[in-house]
């Protein structure tokens, strides 16, 4: 790792304040992925600007049919909420399946969403349930947020402060995990809204990250069930292609995985 | 440089540290507690697993900062004196080792699955909770036993406290 200056932000405010006065910053949650990426030399930040202590940045809450998680919230605190796997248990068991134990005690929504990997998680789940993203400056809808691999709408200095997601009727996720990574071969995340609009997400499929799938939304619009998507056809086009598996092989977990994601739904 | 202050095995400790140290430099290189180890690096083996405010957390992947005002416990730390840990003694007893390499990790893990699930753990359970850290050796057939093992002699040793 490069040398660096490590800072602990006590509030967002002091957080953005560092961030105006340092050449090349970057904000640091969980860490899970900013290391490891400094470690390989890939990132060479001036200053290290720790987020993860900040209070305001931390906890759930459960407000009617808006179910709220704070940009610092851990993946294990994340999982073993009572309001989230009370409102929306897809997301508990997202959480329950993302990295390892280890992993899941410091890594953060926020994190995760911010670095936008095109083959994490949380992304597929806020494309499907119609997120908002909160930030110290403005909210972002999760369409106009997420934008191609490891691209978001923030600005520089720009911090999530929470995730607000609508309490669906049904949602769903289900993914093909890679045995070593953990990180989605595919995942595909169902979600059924209280009004009745389906919405389908898929993450580790694109070249361009995180989609929305139109044809199983289609599909489940008229019948929500496993078998409504047999006859769905998914192009390979544009579809992420590497050592672990093809365009087609993914095409096709697409819809493996939103068949599985819709048995699961509740 | 900065100065990070913490509690590693019940005793308070001040390290001066370049700010890209680690956590994991911080506990062997600056405190020679050596028995927590790296291997892969890159937050895959699970080999540098130490617990931070109770939380098995793998320290190759935390800055020393990070850990500021935290709570550290390594694998030197479990011990009473002389007696080992009940993960431990059950790790000697069921032959969880072989090289030993992984198994600092593999017990702090292993300690903190027992924490979290009590006495609700069966084989499945324990072996999926195990996937953050990697064994080269055993097939982890006796590392999943010895964690069995180890989880009824820490209900036994927690009813009698």
Sequence with gaps: MYQTTYHRASSVDEAVSLFGKSSEAKFLAGGQTLLPVMKQRLASPSDVIDLGKIKELQGVELSGDTLTIKAATTYYDIMTNADVKKAIPAIAYLTSVLGDPAVRYRGTIGGSIANNDPAADFPAALLALGATVKTNKRSIAAEDFFQGLFSTALEDGEIITAVSFPVPAKAGYEKMRHPASRFALTGVFVAQTKSGEVRVAATGASQSGVMRVPAIEAALKANWSPSAIDSVSISASGLLADIHGTAEYRANLVKVMAQRAVAAAS | ?161
């Design chain 2, 1 to 161: 440089m900065s100065t990070v202050k913490l509690t590693v095995n019940g005793k308070a400790v001040s390290v001066d540290v370049e700010d890209r140290t680690l956590l994991v430099q911080l506990l062997r290189d600056h405190l020679n507690l050596t028995g927590t180890h790296v291997g892969c690096d890159t937050s895959q083996c699970g080999a540098c697993v130490v617990h931070m405010d109770g939380r098995a957390v793998k320290s190759c992947t935390m800055l020393a900062g990070q850990a500021d005002g935290a709570n550290i416990t390594t694998i030197e730390g479990i011990a009473k004196g002389d007696e080992l840990h009940p993960m431990q003694a059950a790790f000697r007893d069921n032959h969880g080792l072989q090289c030993g390499y992984c198994t600092p990790g593999m017990i702090m893990s292993a300690i903190d699955i027992v924490q979290r699930h009590g006495g609700q753990l069966d084989e499945a359970t324990v072996r999926q909770e195990l996937e953050g850290n990697i064994c080269r050796c055993t097939g982890y057939h006796n590392i999943v036993k010895a964690v069995l093992d180890a989880a009824g002699r820490m209900k036994v040793a927690q009813a009698a406290e």
